[in-house]
């Protein structure tokens, strides 16, 4: 199975700033990796697929990029409706793996 | 506009079963792939099973197959899941899921999620 691993576990951030998100893969996931946003009550949102290919309606702000075992998102500038959960998750092996998730708060 | 809504969950004892269901509209079900995904109470989100868009290949991940069913039928729009010897460790909210594009691997992101159905186990 492919081990999922984000870091950091939780990012507190000011509106405004940017934010690094990182998930790193136990194998290969070529560029078969997506990024998702969760909030309280909610059910996932798609944000990222391919690696870097913003989903339909996924803002400008959103951006993504990596291969093989080393990904990052990166929100531009932090709005007050992106703090939440932001899960990666790869599709390239079987069985289909997300990472534990970063928790993104206001700072 | 795109709707998944799972219904079926509920309490349930330990090696019982239970059916979910996810009736889908606002896109042609039949040329798409379908999960589910399962989130227990304050975790992460864990795949558990897919279909192909014809029904005749499903894939399940460890933890449930020998155990879960996945199946749907495109003439009623309808995704299930059979869900048979339970336990504690199954508890969580079901989601189905759509997958993103028609081909693969995309078939395996999903753009599309349902809100979800809560399957508790317990006596």
């Known amino acids: 199975e492919t081990v999922m691993t984000q870091s950091p576990a939780t990012l507190s951030v000011s509106p405004g700033e940017r934010a690094t998100l990182s998930c790193r893969a136990s194998q290969s996931v070529s560029s078969n990796l997506a990024w998702y946003q969760q909030k309280p009550g909610q059910a996932p949102r798609l944000l990222i697929y391919g690696a870097s290919t913003r989903a339909t309606g996924i803002p400008a702000r959103f951006s993504a990029s990596g291969s093989a075992t080393e990904f990052t998102l990166t929100i531009s500038s932090l709005q007050s409706e992106d703090f939440a959960v932001y899960y990666c998750?790869?599709?390239?092996?079987?069985?289909?793996?997300f990472g534990q998730g970063t928790r993104l708060e206001i700072k | 506009e795109v709707q998944l809504l799972e219904s079926g969950g509920g309490l349930v004892q330990p090696g019982g079963s239970l059916r979910l269901s996810c009736a889908a509209s606002?896109?042609?079900?039949?040329?798409?792939?379908m999960s589910w995904v399962r989130q227990a109470p304050g975790k992460g989100l864990e795949w558990i099973s897919i279909?192909?868009?014809?029904?005749?290949?499903?894939y399940y991940a460890d933890s449930v197959r020998g155990r879960f069913t996945i199946s749907r039928d495109n003439s009623k729009n309808t995704l299930f899941l059979q869900l048979n010897t339970l336990s504690a460790e199954d508890t969580a909210i079901y989601f189905c899921a759509k997958g993103n594009l028609v081909e693969i691997p995309n078939t395996r992101n999903f753009d599309y999620w349902g809100q979800g159905t809560l399957v508790t186990v317990s006596s």
């Open positions: 279909i192909s868009r014809d029904g005749r290949t499903p």
């Open positions: 998750q790869q599709y390239n092996n079987w069985p289909v793996t």
């Open positions: 606002g896109f042609t079900f039949s040329n798409y792939a």
